[in-house]
Nanobody, 127 residues
Framework: QVQLVESGGGSVQAGGSLRLSCAAQIRTFSSRTMAWFRQVPGKEREFVSAITWGDHNIGSADSVKGRFTISRDDAKNTVYLQMNSLKPEDTAIYYC????????????????????WGRGTQVTVSS
């Protein structure tokens, strides 16, 4: 049974930092691209960042480049999202996702490419 569990969310002031973690119970973790998405109520889930398996290529949304950093620890089956210089517009529920295809060499910002999802963790940034 596949399970993704996010943690590390919370409330911070603008300019602050948070580190999200996603613990994945999936045997093929090291062979899958992993990603973070976020969603505000009433809006579509949007891509934040992704990291491929193997060579760990990274892709990020323009809105978070230079502020957010994705990383992974395959030995721990965990993917992280370090979020610095947080802004009120970063307020959302953040979701971890695993690619539906193993050994995919490319990351994708399209949520349809991801099969497994966590339940999310709330991040609130106040001004």
């Amino acid at each position: 049974q596949v399970q993704l569990v996010e943690s590390g969310g919370g409330s911070v002031q603008a300019g602050g930092s948070l580190r999200l973690s996603c613990a994945a119970q999936i045997r093929t973790f090291s062979s899958r691209t992993m990603a973070w998405f976020r969603q505000v109520p009433g809006k579509e889930r949007e891509f934040v960042s992704a990291i491929t398996w193997g060579d760990h290529n990274i892709g990020s949304a323009d809105s978070v480049k230079g502020r957010f950093t994705i990383s992974r620890d395959d030995a721990k089956n965990t993917v992280y999202l370090q979020m610095n210089s947080l802004k009120p517009e970063d307020t959302a529920i953040y979701y971890c996702a695993a690619d539906r295809t193993i050994y995919s060499r490319r990351w994708s910002p399209n949520r349809l490419h991801y099969e497994y999802w966590g339940r999310g963790t709330q991040v609130t940034v106040s001004s």
